[in-house]
């Protein structure tokens, strides 16, 4: 008998097609770029991601520590979400909006917005069907649809139209076929907020062609100018044909909790929440628990974390402009909008990557949101005044500016 070792086979599984003819997820690259820089020993400052940097409040802390210690809360938590999390979410929306909801029938928790958004897509979208997506987008919005085998079918967001969708650019042909129609303001990645009409255009072109309007209100509590960005349900006839998703991620610094909801149609929401019983088990009891306490922070607290924000935000526009950059201050969300000058000569990756490399400091190529974001980049306030200052005076060192 040979005494020769045999080299074990080796046997490799082609992922199915929905994963392969994905573009490279964009956080994904950055990750490695980042990786590598840390191993060679840089000191990243990392304003890529929109990962908030500050802790959760401590009363969110507590409420989670005592749930711990409840034995009731360890098995599996009831599928379509605790009654009383459901409760505080209608309270919640009637106080913030002025909009009434069934907590049974019109609400669902989620193991945040990103799960619920993703599953939304599996849950009406087909092969061939079409979503209408803004580009720039929040990833999951087109990945939703591509995972489902659909079409995204682009809708151009421009700075000179303030980054507000034309949907009456939107072709006949492709409005009669669509399913979604997915919109985002505060708007994620170029910060712009919803104008006056938005909202009331968008339900009568959903009414009218027969599309789920779904509105991501993500950044809802992160405004700057006292104007509160309004909830697409609040819009008359938005609960007939729309959902709307919220995430704890931000507002309270939960991205690591995995805490969101979706509010509005009940059809709808019991149609994702048919899809989710078989797909996960909702969202831990004791993180529910806590979800309560947050929604019940005194608005105070909230305006704390709006302060930060908004201190962040003063400092990095002033940087940025006497860089030479055209910079004007967000008045929602945790992102800068970044316009990159022709001067530098860069597409969005290269200016990234040149950063990257030259500073230590990370920013999003705007392309990894869609064709639309290329010439800028976004930079995320996640970072306290102190790491700021230093991004900025690493930036100004580069030479990286609008000369
Ligand atoms: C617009 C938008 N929606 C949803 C999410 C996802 O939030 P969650 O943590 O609830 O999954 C994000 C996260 O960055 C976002 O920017």
Redesign the pocket.
Known sequence: MSRIARQPEIITFSPAARLTRLPVYAFARLDELKALARLEGADLIDLG???PDAPTPAPIVKAMTEALADVSLHGYPPFSGRPDFKQAIAAWMEERYGVRLDPESETLP????????AHLAMAYIDNDDIALVPDP??P??RRGTLLSGGIAHDIPLCADNGFQPDLGAIPTDIAARAKLLIL?YP???TAAVASATLLEEAVAFCRRHRVLLVH?L??GELFFDGKRPPSLLAVPGAREIGVE??????TFN??GW???FAVGNSTVIKTLYALKTNIDYGTFGAVQKAGITALGLPEPEIEKIRNTYRLRRDLLVASLKDMGFPVEPPQA?MYLWLPLPRSLGMSSTQFAETLLSKTGVVVTPGVAFGAAGEGFVRISMVCDETRLQEAMSRWRASGLMNL
């Open positions: 991601l929109g990962n989620l193991n945040g917005s990103k799960e619920g958004l987008c929040y999951v919005h985002n708007n994620n990645p991501d993500a950044y998703f919220h995430t704890l991620s931000k939960m991205a995995r805490l969101g969300t």
